[in-house]
């Protein structure tokens, strides 16, 4: 079901103060920054090994990342599991009890299909499935 651990998600005030930490301290090189007006969110990709982070600024007061920040402060967001078949992965997740933010997959960052499951029903994590079907991404 899941083939490996996509992304970490971490809420920063601003990529641009935060990418010297990432890139210059750790090393960690920038895959990517864009903005996905429809979550009012520009990301920046890091690799860190096989796994990526994704650090998530807010462009809109009223987005979930500046939200996120408000309640939490800054810090880990979301951990997403890269999938295959999310729609199958969606229908599996809801038969065992499972709350989703998303009932049906959209398109994320890179143009990955990706969907939220409840932090209520994960025990307080926020779990995002991401499906880059067709995408020349390694796995």
Do not use: W
Not at 66 to 75: C, P, T
Not at 84 to 103: A, D, L, P, Q, V
Not at 108 to 113: P, V
């Amino acid at each position: 079901m899941i083939k490996k651990i996509d992304h970490i998600g971490i809420a920063v005030h601003s990529i641009e103060s935060s990418l010297p930490f990432y890139s210059d301290v750790l090393k960690l090189p920038l895959l990517s920054i864009e903005e996905v007006e429809s979550e009012q969110v520009k990301i920046a990709f890091l690799q860190a090994g096989e796994t990526k982070l994704e650090l998530l600024e807010s462009t809109h007061p009223e987005s979930p990342i500046a939200k996120f920040i408000e309640k939490r402060g800054e810090g880990i967001h979301h951990v997403a599991l890269g999938v295959t078949s999310i729609e199958e992965r969606i229908s599996e997740i809801r038969e065992n009890g499972i709350k989703m933010i998303n009932e049906e997959p959209k398109i994320g960052a890179g143009g990955a299909s990706v969907a939220f499951m409840h932090p209520k029903s994960t025990g307080g994590v926020l779990f995002e499935l991401c499906e880059k079907k067709g995408l020349n991404v390694k796995s």
